[in-house]
Nanobody, 129 residues
Framework: QMQLVESGGGLVQAGGSLRLSCAAS????????MGWFRQAPGKERDFVAA????????YYSDSVKGRFTISSDNAKNTVYLQMDSLEPDDTAVYYC??????????????????????WGQGTQVTVSS
């Protein structure tokens, strides 16, 4: 089984930056994709960004493209989310996710939260206006 531990959330003013980290431990030899999702109160958990552990390709939702950057350190089994030009609408709990069953490697499956089988506990990001 895999464990994911996030860190780096907090309170920031609009226009500011935060960097989230997610460290994976356990069955890391079966990592295919790692991603970030977010969930605001009363809303669905939505895709933010993902990185393929095999190709290094990165993927973003339209709402964060150009402002957020996902990166990975495969040797440390860690994924990062650099968030710049933050907006109040970015306020949410951010969750790290991992696919260890190879269910996110075809089509648009990596955008779907059901393709990920390991989740972190979440970290709160609050952006004030």
């Amino acid at each position: 089984q895999m464990q994911l531990v996030e860190s780096g959330g907090g309170l920031v003013q609009a226009g500011g930056s935060l960097r989230l980290s997610c460290a994976a431990s356990g069955r890391t030899f079966r990592l295919y994709t790692m991603g970030w999702f977010r969930q605001a109160p009363g809303k669905e958990r939505d895709f933010v960004a993902a990185v393929s552990w095999t190709s290094g390709f990165t993927y973003y939702s339209d709402s964060v493209k150009g402002r957020f950057t996902i990166s990975s350190d495969n040797a440390k089994n860690t994924v990062y989310l650099q968030m710049d030009s933050l907006e109040p609408d970015d306020t949410a709990v951010y969750y790290c996710a991992a696919d260890t069953r190879k269910t996110t490697t075809s089509g648009d499956s990596l955008y779907d939260k059901y393709g990920y089988d390991a989740w972190g506990q979440g970290t709160q990001v609050t952006v004030s206006s």
